[in-house]
């Protein structure tokens, strides 16, 4: 069943400069919606439950896509709990509150896969949500999405909202962090195959043991789910976004090599961790709505390294490394 949304219905992207929000903006733009709402943080800070609620009262937006979190790979999550947690709470509980509060009929809000148990039988279904323990490494992070999760199940119970949790499997694209000491594992391998094949290097660290195996989403296919579940008749509960297959890092990392041409070894540096060993989500419950990724890994990567390059601004080195790594993570941040 199909839910018509007018399209020049005020729609409101928050996190539109990070990846997944800029993809959810992108996709709006191609389907003809005529009306995103969107704000930078130097004019609307997420942590400011006041500004929140005012932005709320004055804007009124008919949908929310609740894409602005705090977000960081492996050592980040292991290095900054606190901000993952605090961040992510404010976020969550102040966006969410104020959307009710302005009549806000539907959200989406964007969770992760690490909220499920980490030694959940595979592939992961919604269902398994507080079943079991859950993966130390970013489990502040996940315990944060848990409680946006739940904020969504409560507003819906108590006020009739129709607020929607959805779980991405890990994304990718562009607009990604490319920070290596915050970002995923993706784009970190293909800036560092990158950078390795320009300075002639033998060889890339990959961390861990190079066992754990992970599923990878291109981000537009994640905006794609996003906008198709808006307009969809689904008005409750949790939705696993996922490509239906993974990888091991191993097979990943040789296959960002052949991408980018780095012809040299891996070196797997097992001082870092491996995190959970398998994150395959199911799919089925998309399937039933008609929903399926269409971008393959190997086209995936391949996008994303045309995109990397031409943030790099396509020059025989990264330019001004530090410079753009940190402009990419401040956006991935919100
Ligand atoms: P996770 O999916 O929450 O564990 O987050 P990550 O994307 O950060 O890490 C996924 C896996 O890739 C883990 O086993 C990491 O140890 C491994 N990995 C290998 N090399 C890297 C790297 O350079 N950066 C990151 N972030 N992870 C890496």
């Given at each position: 069943?199909?839910?018509?949304?007018?399209?020049?219905?005020?729609?409101?992207?928050?996190?539109?400069?990070?990846?997944?929000?800029?993809?959810?903006?992108?996709?709006?733009?191609?389907?003809?919606?005529?009306?995103?709402?969107?704000?930078?943080?130097?004019?609307?800070?997420l942590?400011?439950q006041?500004?929140?609620?005012?932005?709320?009262?004055?804007?009124?937006?008919?949908?929310?896509?609740?894409?602005?979190?705090?977000?960081?790979?492996i050592?980040?999550?292991?290095?900054?709990?606190?901000?993952?947690?605090?961040?992510?709470?404010?976020?969550?509980?102040?966006?969410?509150h104020?959307?009710?509060?302005?009549?806000?009929?539907?959200?989406?809000?964007?969770?992760?896969?690490?909220?499920?148990?980490?030694?959940?039988?595979?592939?992961?279904?919604?269902?398994?949500?507080?079943?079991?323990?859950?993966e130390?490494?970013?489990?502040?992070?996940?315990?944060?999405?848990?409680?946006?999760?739940?904020?969504?199940?409560?507003?819906?119970?108590?006020?009739?909202?129709?607020?929607?949790?959805?779980?991405?499997?890990?994304?990718?694209?562009?607009?990604?962090?490319?920070?290596?000491?915050?970002?995923?594992?993706?784009?970190?391998?293909?800036?560092?195959?990158?950078?390795?094949?320009?300075?002639?290097?033998?060889?890339?660290?990959?961390?861990?043991?190079?066992?754990?195996?992970?599923?990878?989403?291109?981000?537009?296919?994640?905006?794609?789910?996003?906008?198709?579940?808006?307009?969809?008749?689904?008005?409750?509960?949790?939705?696993?976004?996922?490509?239906?297959?993974?990888?091991?890092?191993?097979?990943?990392?040789?296959?960002?090599?052949?991408?980018?041409?780095?012809?040299?070894?891996?070196?797997?540096d097992?001082?870092?961790p491996?995190?959970?060993?398998?994150?395959?989500?199911?799919?089925?419950?998309?399937?039933?709505?008609?929903?399926?990724?269409?971008?393959?890994?190997?086209?995936?990567?391949?996008?994303?390294?045309?995109?990397?390059?031409?943030?790099?601004?396509?020059?025989?080195?990264?330019?001004?490394?530090?410079?753009?790594?940190?402009?990419?993570?401040?956006?991935?941040?919100?």
């Amino acid at each position: 069943m199909n839910q018509s949304i007018d399209r020049d219905a005020p729609i409101y992207v928050a996190g539109n400069r990070g990846m997944v929000g800029s993809a959810i903006v992108r996709r709006l733009h191609t389907l003809g919606y005529t009306n995103i709402v969107t704000r930078d943080r130097a004019s609307l800070d997420l942590l400011d439950q006041q500004a929140v609620r005012r932005f709320f009262r004055e804007e009124r937006p008919a949908c929310v896509f609740l894409a602005a979190a705090k977000v960081g790979g492996i050592y980040a999550n292991s290095t900054y709990p606190a901000d993952f947690i605090y961040n992510n709470l404010l976020i969550e509980t102040n966006v969410i509150h104020a959307a009710k509060e302005a009549g806000v009929d539907k959200l989406i809000f964007l969770g992760s896969s690490c909220i499920y148990p980490r030694d959940c039988p595979q592939p992961i279904r919604e269902e398994y949500l507080l079943t079991g323990p859950l993966e130390k490494t970013n489990e502040p992070y996940a315990i944060a999405k848990i409680a946006g999760i739940k904020l969504c199940e409560s507003y819906n119970r108590q006020y009739g909202t129709h607020y929607i949790s959805l779980m991405p499997t890990n994304l990718y694209g562009p607009n990604d962090n490319y920070d290596l000491q915050t970002s995923h594992v993706l784009p970190a391998l293909l800036r560092k195959a990158h950078e390795a094949k320009l300075r002639g290097d033998s060889k890339i660290v990959v961390w861990g043991s190079g066992t754990p195996r992970r599923e990878f989403l291109y981000v537009d296919d994640m905006a794609d789910a996003c906008v198709f579940l808006m307009e969809s008749g689904a008005t409750e509960g949790i939705f696993n976004i996922g490509a239906g297959e993974d990888v091991t890092i191993r097979e990943l990392a040789e296959l960002i090599m052949r991408t980018v041409g780095f012809e040299g070894d891996i070196v797997f540096d097992t001082s870092k961790p491996d995190g959970t060993p398998r994150k395959l989500l199911s799919v089925d419950r998309m399937h039933m709505l008609g929903w399926r990724a269409t971008t393959s890994l190997s086209d995936g990567i391949r996008r994303t390294h045309e995109s990397y390059l031409a943030a790099c601004g396509a020059t025989s080195s990264h330019p001004d490394n530090d410079a753009v790594a940190s402009e990419l993570a401040l956006c991935r941040d919100e």
